[in-house]
């Protein structure tokens, strides 16, 4: 089993930053793509960047520009850079992480999510 530790978030005023960490343990394989979501009050959980293990990333509309996806395949972690936060970034932040693990089998895990909290 697999799983995800999210770090990193908490309150911040309009402008700022934050990076969140999320870190894979358990028995992995390999680490195909991550994600990182958001889900803000009343609202559904959106994807907010992704990275292949090729390092191909793609991003909300809402974040490009602002916010950066990395991975460090070596250590199984995953971050992302958050810059000029607004107040509409304020959500439950959760990584999620989909591969193989050491018995071959398929897993998608979710961690247990951090929350931003940025305000004006």
């Known amino acids: 089993q697999v799983q995800l530790v999210e770090s990193g978030g908490g309150l911040v005023q309009a402008g700022g930053s934050l990076r969140l960490s999320c870190a894979a343990s358990?028995?992995?394989?390999?680490?195909?793509?991550v994600g990182w979501y958001r889900q803000a009050p009343g609202k559904q959980r959106e994807l907010v960047a992704r990275?292949?293990?090729?390092?191909?990333?793609n991003y909300a509309d809402s974040v490009k520009g602002r916010f950066t996806i990395s991975r460090d395949n070596a250590n199984n972690t995953a971050y992302l850079q958050m810059n000029s936060l607004k107040p509409e970034d304020t959500a439950v932040y959760y990584c999620?992480?989909?591969?193989?693990?050491?018995?071959?089998?398929?897993?998608?895990?979710w961690g247990q999510g951090t929350q931003v909290t940025v305000s004006s």
């Open positions: 990275i292949t293990s090729g390092g191909t990333t």
């Open positions: 358990g028995s992995i394989f390999s680490i195909n793509a």
């Open positions: 999620n992480a989909e591969g193989r693990s050491g018995s071959y089998n398929l897993f998608r895990s």
